[in-house]
């Protein structure tokens, strides 16, 4: 529920690391002079070269991102990002001691024992200064998340009232969801025509769960919470008397729920203050990763219209002098969380080959292909124009493939998870099979790609795409 830190928080910590780091090389220089302990020198030997503070600064924020110090976190205490810490840091030291081992043999011993301890220690009392003031004055570390409980039962209420005491982590309690036998007794409450024991609602009660959709609009959610207890009491009831029945017995007892209809959400637990939540729908890119992907669309995008622009010039005059008709094309397609954009391709068809968005489009000897289309089509360049949708923010780089709202229509709802990431102009499936596959084999490519997202995997698909266009793999 807080599992991404706030950009703005992201970035104090990377500078802050930094900076503990950097500070430590240099105190570590100083009390190696002032210290009259280990070998003697002069105090030029144990002065640190700049590059040291640039590398030590690049090894430990590789390791921290490696151990999960800025990554995605399961509880909201501080102690597991503490440990993170404790791991990052041990990594950083070794691939340090394993640098001055072979660029700088040299180097204090001494001075890099200083070095180590006082990294860790301003590490960690800067973290808890940090984590203790955030909490003090009721900054959020983490972006702000308005949370919905699904019940008015005790397990709801003790879920927001969890949830109200990290505040200061970004969370905020909109309200309860119930039925409507609860919504009725709630307006008889306020009429004063009720029971003692149904006046024990929890408040605020903000709507029944035939409006859960218009409620997330309405109050800008971002989580919706569901007990087990609420909809399956008789199941709890069960488990809690196995568990009873068990004690005795050294025997480990592990819950395997049934989420099978779920399968195409990635699951994932976590600690919430000593509440088990299981989470199985959430964004796929946190913060940090949606501005590097950004970021890196831009960047190859920009370079990429400036570089092929001879091309464009090539194509546009070929486009022209085959057939007429305009040199762009222009499509509506679905993008990120179902937002319509206008897609641009360059022509490949005749201008009266009647409807291109039907599902025959994609028939092999199209008739209503040109011939400087079919070769655009084969080398996948009547796509170039979408580098101008990417710079625009359109699209990505890499990503599911923008669809046809006509055939969004009739997607099922495991299907529509593709839209949870911005649609890009290439992607898992393109270097796959590209068009030989059926739509619905598109989707579960796609939805392996966002289960599996990485920059990493970003830039692998990016280079294998290349190569599926040379070999002309899948495409017509």
């Keep these: 529920m807080m599992r991404h830190y706030s950009l703005r928080y992201l970035l104090f910590l990377y500078a802050m690391d930094v900076l503990m780091v950097c500070g430590a090389l240099a105190l570590s220089s100083a009390l190696r002079i002032r210290l009259e302990f280990g070998k003697p020198g002069a105090p030029e030997a144990f002065f640190n070269p700049l590059i040291l503070y640039v590398i030590a600064s690049i090894i430990w924020l590789f390791a921290f991102s490696r151990s999960n110090v800025y990554g995605p976190r399961h509880s909201p205490q501080i102690w597991g990002e503490l440990w993170n810490i404790l791991i990052g840091h041990t990594i950083a030291s070794f691939i340090f001691f394993g640098i001055l081992y072979l660029v700088y043999r040299d180097f204090s011993r001494v001075q890099a024992g200083y070095f180590i301890v006082i990294a860790l220690i301003g590490l960690i009392v800067y973290r808890l200064a940090g984590r203790l003031f955030y909490q003090r004055y009721g900054q959020s570390i983490s972006d702000t998340r308005r949370v919905l409980v699904v019940g008015t039962d005790s397990s709801a209420v003790n879920i927001a009232d969890t949830v109200k005491q990290y505040d200061w ?208 089509r084969r080398t996948s360049l009547d796509e170039l124009p979408q580098f101008i949708n990417i710079l625009r923010g359109d699209m990505s780089i890499v990503g599911p493939r923008p669809e046809m709202p006509g055939l969004v229509s009739r997607y099922d709802w495991w299907q529509r998870k593709r839209f949870e990431v911005p649609q890009g102009l290439t992607g898992w499936w393109q270097i796959n099979g590209r068009s030989d596959k059926p739509m619905h084999m598109h989707t579960e490519d796609d939805l392996f790609y966002i289960r599996n997202y990485s920059l990493w995997l970003d830039i692998q698909i990016c280079f294998r795409t290349v190569f599926a266009i040379i070999a002309g793999k899948g495409a017509f």
Excluded at 233 to 240: D, K, N, V
Excluded at 265 to 294: N, Y
Excluded at 296 to 319: E, H, K, N, R, Y
Excluded at 321 to 342: A, C, H, M, N, W
């Design 169 to 376: 982590a970004g969370l905020s309690f909109a309200g309860y969801v119930s039925d409507q036998t609860h919504v009725t007794l709630l307006a008889k409450a306020q009429d004063g025509d009720v029971t003692p024991s149904e006046e024990t609602l929890p408040s605020p009660i903000v709507g029944v769960i035939d409006d859960l959709p218009a409620l997330v609009s309405q109050y800008q959610v971002n989580e919706v919470v569901i007990p087990l207890k609420w909809f399956d009491s008789e199941t709890s009831e069960q488990i809690s008397n196995i568990m009873r029945a068990l004690d005795a017995h050294a025997v480990n007892i592990r819950l395997a729920p049934d989420y099978s209809d779920l399968a195409y959400f990635q699951a994932s637990a976590e600690d919430f203050s000593g509440i088990p939540l299981i989470g199985v729908r959430e964004r796929v890119l946190s913060p940090a990763q949606r501005i590097f992907k950004r970021l890196f669309d831009i960047l190859f995008s920009g370079a990429a219209l400036t570089l092929m622009s001879p091309i464009f010039l090539l194509i546009t005059v070929a486009v022209r002098l085959d057939s007429r008709g305009p040199i762009i094309y222009r499509q509506k397609r679905v993008g990120e969380y179902g937002k319509l954009f206008t897609m641009l391709k360059f022509r490949s068809m005749y201008e009266d080959a009647g409807n291109p968005s039907s599902e025959y489009s994609k028939q092999r000897l199209d008739p209503r292909v040109t011939r400087v289309g079919r070769i655009l």
